[in-house]
Every structure is written in structure tokens, then in C-alpha cells.
């Protein structure tokens, strides 16, 4: 009986061993990890977009020139004497320097002959005066019907006078014909082209050379259609920036004196004058403009309020992606006023404080579901600050 039992008990207390040996290992066996949930949200980067006043530049381009170009001519006859050693191709003159002298003979000679003719002139007047005044006295006695004006002697007076008068005139004349025998630079100048030379024959109006004002510079610039919106109501006297770049950079003052009035036929643009005063930098310290450099002109258009100034990779077809205040994608159509480098002025679409996409996902869509980057570290930061931890048993003491 008792074989019996323990062939029935024994299989029963080898299972029941095997089942509690196998609840033993897995007990002792690693837990399984708790698993995390997986973020499916694309992540993107946001910027706060804030209104601003932006200051519009224009930009020009043109060639400096100057202000006036003079063809000198001679105004009097004969032989070349002297000339000025800076009346040179390249030369630079000072305002009233004597660039060349005319043989000045003939024409002392005739400013004295024109003094005699004068001085007989006058001589004549008196005479004629003299006798005018006596005649005067003995008309007193006579009938007034035998007193004319030619007995009075007035026709005679009035030729002396005459005579006078035209002496004065040619000695005038003389005068200034002789004063160019001197010929002077009307103004400060550059030197283009020298004709003459010592002992050179020269006829009145002959060409003798050419030189440039230096004391102001000009530059034309056109005005594309793009940037005439934006000229400031005010143009005439605004001043103005000349730069060039290069080895020979430069940067000057200037001033805005006039537009031209017309449109370019060619181009629809219209044209803008700056004055820039001694570009030569005569007896300054300022570097030298000169002409014939093709330079940048700049200067302040209008002002644009409220605007927002984005990058252009940031906008297509005039929309912008923003994200909502509940992480969801949003497209806005905006107005892009203006166009500067690689950036747009926007006026109307956006408004302060909008999340303003950087990086979209790979095939963004309107109320998609995103992460902002960042932003699930800072929940982080935020919640192990309200973690409250217990002290020490060396702090409570």
C-alpha cells in the first residue's frame, strides 16, 4: 500500500517542484524594461517674428564728371610768349592762374592811342562848352527870334559829347583786348589738352585747349522703377554717400541738386543729379574722386513702419509657415513691399509674436501636428524644478 502511495505522490511532488523552481528563476531573471512611447511629431525650429521701422537705402550707380568742360579759345591775335608749366595734360590750376600770355605790344600801343583819342575828346567838350557859355550870355541881349539852338552852340556840344563818349568806349575796348593777353583759368581746374606752345601764332577764336572744372563733380545715376516708390518726398538737398571699392576705394560726401526731368526712352528710368564739391581734394585732406570712376551712390528713402524684414528662403509664392499656439502648421499669405539682398520688407500677413518656421518638415501640410525644437526640454527643465527633494539625515541635523 504504502509503494503505491509514493508511485502516485512522487510525479505529483516533482511537478509541483518543477513550478516552483521555475516561478524561482523567473523572479531572479532581469524585469522587463518599461517601454517608452515613440514621438512621431516632426520637429521644427520657430522664430518670434517682431515688427520694426525699416529705413529704406537707395542704391545708385554712375560715372563721375564734372560740373562744366571749357573749350579755351584765343581772344586776341599774336604770338605766344609764355605758358604755365601746370597748363599740362593732367595739370592741375588754380581759379585766376594765368595758363598763357599773348605778346601784349599792339595792344598797349593801342590802349595809349585810345587815352589820346580820348583826352582830345574831352579836350574838344571843353572847348565846345566854353563857347556855349558865351553864346548863352550874348543871347541875353538879343531878341529872343534871332536866339536858336544853333547859336546857342547845343548840336556842336552835342557832338563833343559824343565824341567823348566814343573815345571812352574805345578805350575800353583797348583795355580788355589787352587784359587778354593774358588768358586765366576761369575756375579751378584739370588740365585735359594743351594746343600752343611758346612762339606759336594764334588768331582770335582759335582753339588753344580744354580744361575740367574741379571744383564740383556730378554724378548721373538712373532710378529704377522698383525704387522711385520709395523716393522721399523731399529729394532736392538730401545728402548722399559716393563710395567706390577696389584698391583705390574712396568715400565721399555728396548732395542730391536735381533730377532730369524726363524719363530715359530706353531704359523708362529716370535720373537723379549729386554734386560732390572739390573732388580733386584741393588743399583737403579727403581722398581724391577722380573722374571717370564708376561709383555707388546711396542715400535714405522713405521710412516703412511696422514691417517685418524675413529672409527670402523663408517665403514661397508670397506665404510663409507659422506655428499656432497649439503646435498645428499654418500657411499665411503675405505682402512682400520690397526686395533688399537676401531679405523681403513684409507689410500686411504677419503679426508680433507669431512662431515664425525656420526648418518645415519634409512634406509639410495645414494643422500638422509638430514639435517645437526645444520646447520639450524646457517642459522638462519645468517639471524637475517642481521636484521636491527629500534632505539628508546629515542636513536635518
Known amino acids: 500500500m504504502n509503494k503505491k502511495w509514493i508511485k502516485i505522490a512522487?510525479?505529483?511532488?516533482?511537478?509541483?517542484?518543477?513550478?516552483?523552481?521555475?516561478?524561482?528563476?523567473?523572479?531572479?531573471?532581469?524585469?522587463?524594461?518599461?517601454?517608452?512611447?515613440?514621438?512621431?511629431?516632426?520637429?521644427?525650429?520657430?522664430?518670434?517674428?517682431?515688427?520694426?521701422?525699416?529705413?529704406?537705402?537707395?542704391?545708385?550707380?554712375?560715372?563721375?564728371?564734372?560740373?562744366?568742360s571749357t573749350i579755351l579759345s584765343a581772344q586776341v591775335s599774336g604770338e605766344v610768349i609764355s605758358w604755365n608749366p601746370n597748363f599740362v595734360a593732367g595739370g592741375?590750376?588754380?581759379?585766376?592762374?594765368?595758363?598763357?600770355?599773348?605778346?601784349?605790344?599792339?595792344?598797349?600801343?593801342a590802349v595809349l592811342q585810345a587815352e589820346a583819342a580820348l583826352t582830345?575828346?574831352?579836350?574838344?567838350?571843353?572847348?565846345?562848352?566854353?563857347?556855349?557859355?558865351?553864346?548863352e550870355r550874348e543871347a541875353k541881349t538879343l531878341p529872343n527870334s534871332r536866339v536858336t539852338d544853333l547859336y546857342l552852340r547845343k548840336p556842336q556840344l552835342l557832338s563833343a559829347q559824343a565824341a567823348v563818349k566814343s573815345a571812352q568806349a574805345r578805350l575800353k575796348l583797348a583795355q580788355r583786348d589787352l587784359s587778354y593777353c593774358e588768358v586765366r583759368a576761369p575756375y579751378d581746374a584739370l588740365v585735359i589738352a594743351r594746343d600752343i606752345g611758346k612762339g606759336q601764332n594764334v588768331n582770335q577764336g582759335a582753339r588753344v585747349g580744354e580744361i575740367n572744372n574741379i571744383e564740383t563733380a556730378e554724378i548721373i545715376f538712373p532710378?529704377?522703377?522698383?525704387?522711385?516708390?520709395?523716393?522721399?518726398?523731399?529729394?532736392?538737398?538730401?545728402?548722399?554717400?559716393?563710395?567706390k571699392d577696389g584698391r583705390y576705394a574712396f568715400n565721399?560726401?555728396?548732395?542730391?541738386?536735381?533730377?532730369l526731368g524726363v524719363v530715359d526712352s530706353d531704359t523708362r528710368m529716370t535720373n537723379i543729379v549729386v554734386q560732390v564739391e572739390n573732388?580733386?581734394?584741393?588743399?583737403?585732406?579727403?581722398?581724391?574722386?577722380?573722374?571717370?570712376?564708376?561709383?555707388?551712390?546711396?542715400?535714405?528713402?522713405?521710412?516703412?513702419?511696422?514691417?517685418?524684414?524675413?529672409?527670402?528662403?523663408?517665403?514661397?509664392?508670397?506665404?510663409v509657415w507659422i506655428a499656432t499656439d497649439e503646435n498645428k502648421l499654418?500657411?499665411?499669405?503675405?505682402?512682400?513691399?520690397?526686395?533688399?539682398?537676401?531679405?523681403?520688407?513684409?507689410?500686411?500677413?504677419?503679426?508680433?509674436?507669431?512662431?515664425?518656421?525656420?526648418?518645415?518638415?519634409?512634406?509639410?501640410?495645414?494643422?500638422?501636428?509638430?514639435?517645437?525644437?526645444?520646447?520639450?526640454?524646457?517642459k522638462a527643465k519645468d517639471k524637475s524644478d517642481d521636484v521636491s527633494v527629500e534632505p539628508t539625515s546629515s542636513e536635518k541635523e
Open 279 to 319: 573732388p580733386y581734394s584741393i588743399g583737403s585732406s579727403l581722398p581724391k574722386m577722380q573722374f571717370g570712376n564708376y561709383v555707388t551712390v546711396r542715400f535714405n528713402g522713405q521710412r516703412l513702419n511696422n514691417v517685418f524684414k524675413l529672409s527670402q528662403d523663408l517665403v514661397t509664392n508670397n506665404s
Open 120 to 135: 582830345s575828346a574831352q579836350s574838344s567838350l571843353i572847348q565846345e562848352r566854353g563857347l556855349a557859355d558865351v553864346a
Open 330 to 378: 499654418d500657411i499665411r499669405r503675405i505682402e512682400v513691399i520690397r526686395e533688399e539682398a537676401d531679405y523681403f520688407i513684409v507689410g500686411n500677413g504677419l503679426q508680433n509674436g507669431d512662431n515664425l518656421i525656420l526648418t518645415l518638415p519634409e512634406y509639410p501640410q495645414k494643422d500638422m501636428d509638430v514639435l517645437i525644437a526645444g520646447q520639450k526640454d524646457i
Open 92 to 109: 592741375l590750376v588754380k581759379r585766376g592762374d594765368i595758363l598763357f600770355n599773348v605778346n601784349p605790344d599792339n595792344y598797349q600801343a
Open 10 to 68: 512522487a510525479p505529483i511532488l516533482a511537478l509541483i517542484l518543477g513550478i516552483v523552481g521555475m516561478s524561482v528563476i523567473g523572479a531572479s531573471g532581469p524585469e522587463e524594461e518599461e517601454k517608452k512611447p515613440v514621438e512621431t511629431r516632426p520637429t521644427v525650429k520657430v522664430e518670434k517674428v517682431s515688427s520694426l521701422t525699416h529705413q529704406v537705402v537707395i542704391t545708385g550707380h554712375g560715372e563721375v564728371r564734372p560740373l562744366e
Open 223 to 243: 532710378i529704377a522703377g522698383f525704387d522711385s516708390a520709395f523716393l522721399p518726398n523731399q529729394l532736392l538737398g538730401l545728402e548722399a554717400d559716393v563710395s
Open 252 to 259: 565721399r560726401p555728396g548732395k542730391i541738386v536735381r533730377d
